[in-house]
């Protein structure tokens, strides 16, 4: 059977155990293609009706038991794994892993990784089954492997928002596994190491230094052009994983101290659209997920910032200490 299949196997059996009769299914972008499927699976396996959330989910803080909590005894999430915080409703966390090879991809690595000894290794929750492996392959090349467990992530998890399991890793570089930049331009900003992607669905390795060069050149154009700001709308989260009202209550109480006005905003998904009504504000501040900031501020007419880039822009704080705003949890 492979890894998808003795999964839902193992849901099947705790919807049963559960005793459920309404489940709620919920998947991150790049697995609702699968939804389908897998609602059939699991109606057949189990005789429930299943409701599937199509709303968009953004990761491991947006978690729909609030939605869901009056319509089905049971949430299965799939992609993530649960955060220390309370869910509404009882959620069965699948982590859906990935059956890619990785090795391929990590012998590419090799030759990135001369001239450094000790080597953080971290990756998604989709492929750390298979990281020991890598690991393995890593030292047998003469490396020495660093990995650490995070608050409120798994031994080699990193999330977008949390880089608490590689905090106190003495690494001289960093290689993650998996695709894309999202990852890895976070460790790069959080740890300013040279950080390796070894992309199993690209079969390659790359380094990530120049886009997070390009990104901080984005970052400091953005930060310069809040700095005459006078009026900061300061976004706060409806979704439980990445609410922070008093972080934005405190942004306020800095905004006063300099002389800016500060108006906290909420909102369940962020998008420039929403915004719009908002444009006699001169730029606004993200408490919500961290990364749309930096990920998604070319879509925004406004400077958008993290609080760390807010202190920048209102001269509490140095660029040269520029830091990714974390979301940190206790657990
Ligand atoms: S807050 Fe943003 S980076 Fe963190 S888990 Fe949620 S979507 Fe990902």
Redesign the pocket.
């Known amino acids: 059977m492979s890894n998808h299949e003795l999964e839902i196997v193992d849901v099947i059996k705790k919807i049963k155990d559960l005793k459920a009769e309404k489940v709620g299914l919920q998947f991150p972008e790049g697995l609702k293609v699968h939804a389908i499927k897998i609602a059939r699976q699991i109606e057949e396996g189990t005789g429930v009706i299943v409701i599937i959330s199509a709303d968009p989910c953004?990761?491991?803080?947006?978690v729909a038991d609030v939605d869901m909590g009056d319509l089905v005894d049971v949430l299965v999430h799939f992609g993530?794994r649960p955060?220390p915080i309370d869910y509404d409703l009882p959620v069965i966390f699948v982590d859906a892993r990935s059956n890619m090879d990785l090795l391929g991809c990590v012998k590419s690595s090799i030759r990135l990784l001369e001239g450094y000894e000790k080597i953080g290794l971290v990756t998604t929750i989709q492929h750390l089954h298979l990281v020991n492996e890598v690991a393995d392959f890593i030292e047998q090349n003469g490396k020495e492997i660093l990995m650490d467990k995070g608050s409120g992530t798994t031994k080699g998890q990193v999330?977008?928002?949390?880089f608490s399991a590689i905090k106190n890793l003495d690494a001289d570089a960093f290689l993650y596994i998996g695709s894309g930049n999202?990852h890895p331009l976070?460790i790069k900003l959080f740890t300013d190491k040279t950080v390796i992607v070894a992309d199993p669905y690209l079969g390659e390795a790359r380094k990530i230094d120049e886009f997070a060069n390009r990104i901080l050149r984005i970052r400091s154009a953005r930060i310069a052009k809040a700095m005459d700001a006078k009026r900061f709308g300061i976004i706060v989260?409806t979704?439980k994983?990445?609410s922070r009202l008093e972080l934005a209550k405190n942004l306020k109480n800095i905004l006063k101290d300099v002389d800016r006005e500060g108006f906290i905003l909420l909102l369940d998904d962020v998008s420039p659209d929403l915004l719009i009504p908002f444009m006699d504000l001169d730029a606004f501040v993200m408490t919500?997920?961290?990364?749309?900031a930096i990920d998604d501020s070319e879509m925004y007419k406004k400077p958008l910032m993290t609080p760390q880039e807010l202190e920048i822009a209102i001269g509490k704080r140095k660029w040269e200490d520029y830091e990714i705003d974390e979301?940190k949890y206790s657990g």
């Open positions: 953004y990761g491991a803080c947006d993530h955060l999330l977008g928002c949390n999202f976070g989260s979704k994983g990445q919500a997920c961290p990364r749309i979301i």
